[in-house]
């Protein structure tokens, strides 16, 4: 379609714009009159003119500001004609700038740093270049960091270090072998070499093992047995240094004792010996007196196991294995452990209640002293338990026996007073057993005439308990009874036929 047609004016009319649709004509001048209603409602009363009435609240005017302070006004009023604040008085004026300052050069305008106006903004992070397009060795990376490229330094540079360090290898190189070369070897031998000497910084206190052993080796005592095919050896203590009375096992001195041509020698501390003589042997406590006639002899303190205690110190002093003046320590293990001693060779056939210790102690420490901390003898060391059951032959397993003081000093006494001991008898045999609830000894049989017999105790019947103390097995039965002197009257616990009862027996004297 024609668009001269559509839009262009129509001929023969001039002006902008053809005469147009009459909505599109201007409105009267004059406005409608408005309704009743709105008028009523929006329209001014009629005793009002103007555009509100005349009664209308009117705002309060806004206060005026404070005028400043005397004392800024002072200090700050413009002077001599000049606008503005002036310099504060007192003051050193300002140097006026210039245009011809550097602040204010020609394109200051157009300076964003030099502009307070300027807005804000973040640029670009900081770009440089690649490292291959970098020139010389140094070259900085990515992050900023400086760092040597290898391959730019030059050949003349990188030749000069490598001839440097040659020459410094091929003069240290020659200097070591010229050096070796002249130097003179030193001697082998040094005549006249004495070596440092130190002061000994070893403090031995009272009561340690090495005071203990001072003072109580002297009072032991080696004892060898010399027989026609055969011999012992062992150990002794001196008890009395006045008559010279040394106390040793039975079962060290037992086979001289019938041999016409056995020779009993002591040996002491100091290297010399001296005959010795038995004065008495008692098999049912494993106990001999020897006696022997030298002068100047060292007696050992006895003490007393009565306030002895499991973990006490002890220290073990004899010959074991025939080497004189053997010093071991340990501590007590167990008291009053009931222990059967049956000497091979001898005629010792004893059950004692011994003082159990993990001293070491070997085969020729029998005889020897057993002592506490503070240098008492507490007991006779006699025994030793071993793996293969025999104590003879066997070596230490850390469980020695010793027969306490108490009972070594009781026996010793009667040995050397009368040459022999008597002890508290029962009159029975018995053994050991047990019935999976109770232990107890079992009565084998009863020896004619004894106590056991007439207060009628009986093959079978079963020993529990000796005075109220509970009996678990011969060995405590024989101690039990052995701790009473003979003439004393015991209660035993007998079971026969499973019940129970009490018998009264006097013990006799064996």
């Known amino acids: 379609m024609d668009q001269a047609a559509v839009f262009g004016r129509p001929a023969g009319t001039t002006g902008a714009f053809a005469p147009t649709d009459v909505r599109l004509q201007p409105g009267p001048a004059a406005r409608p009159e408005p309704h009743p209603g709105q008028q009523a409602a929006f329209g001014r009363p009629q005793e009002v003119t103007g555009s509100f009435s005349g009664d209308r609240p009117v705002p309060a005017p806004r206060p005026l500001p404070p005028p400043p302070p005397e004392a800024v006004l002072r200090a700050f009023a413009p002077r001599d004609g000049a606008s503005g604040l002036g310099e504060p008085l007192g003051g050193r004026p300002q140097r006026r700038r210039t245009a011809a300052a550097p602040f204010w050069k020609p394109d200051a305008t157009a300076d964003p740093w030099r502009d307070p106006y300027a807005p804000a903004g973040l640029g670009a992070p900081a770009e440089y270049p690649r490292e291959e397009l970098q020139p010389g060795p140094v070259v900085v990376d990515a992050q900023g960091r400086r760092k040597v490229r290898l391959r730019d330094l030059s050949l003349r540079l990188t030749t000069l270090a ?259 001991a008597v002890h508290a008898t029962l009159g029975v045999n018995a053994r050991s057993v047990t019935d999976g609830t109770r232990d107890g000894a079992l009565v084998v049989n009863v020896e004619p005439g004894s106590g056991a017999a007439e207060a009628g105790v009986q093959e079978q019947d079963v020993v529990i308990a000796v005075d109220g103390e509970a009996v678990g097995s011969s060995e405590e039965l024989v101690v039990a009874v052995d701790a009473r002197e003979p003439g004393d009257t015991v209660t035993l616990e007998l079971v026969r036929n499973g019940g129970s009862r009490e018998v009264q027996v006097t013990l006799g004297a064996a």
Not at 208 to 213: C, E, H, P, R
Not at 289 to 294: A, I, Y
Not at 380 to 401: D, R
Request: glycine content about 16%.
């Open 162 to 420: 490598l001839l440097c360090l040659l020459l410094v290898g091929v003069v240290g190189g020659t200097t070591a072998w010229f050096l070796g070369r002249t130097a003179d070897e030193e001697p082998l031998l040094s005549p006249g070499t004495q070596l440092s000497e130190v002061s000994p910084g070893t403090s031995r206190e009272p009561g340690s093992v090495a005071d203990i052993a001072g003072r109580i080796t002297p009072a032991v005592v080696s004892i060898e047995v010399r027989l026609a095919n055969a011999g012992a050896t062992g150990s002794g203590v001196v008890v009395d240094a006045d008559e010279g009375y040394i106390v040793t096992n039975n079962h060290v001195v037992s086979g001289a004792a019938d041999a016409e041509d056995a020779e009993i020698r002591a040996v002491f501390d100091d290297g010399s010996g001296s005959p010795a003589r038995i004065v008495g042997r008692d098999p049912a406590s494993d106990l001999a007196v020897l006696k022997v006639e030298k002068p100047g002899l060292v007696a050992a303190s006895l003490g007393d196991p009565a306030g002895l205690v499991v973990g006490d110190p002890v220290v073990a002093i004899g010959s074991p294995l025939g080497l004189a003046g053997t010093v071991t320590s340990g501590i007590v293990s167990a008291l009053d452990r009931p222990v059967r001693l049956s000497g091979e060779g001898s005629d010792t056939n004893a059950v004692i209640s011994a003082v159990q210790t993990d001293a070491p102690i070997n085969p020729g420490n029998s005889g020897g002293a057993l002592v506490d901390g503070t240098g008492a003898v507490i007991g006779i060391n006699t025994a030793i338990a071993s793996v293969g059951g025999n104590g003879t032959t066997g070596g230490s397993i850390g469980l020695g026996f010793a027969i306490p003081i108490d009972t070594v000093r009781d026996i010793a006494e009667q040995l050397i007073s009368t040459g022999s």
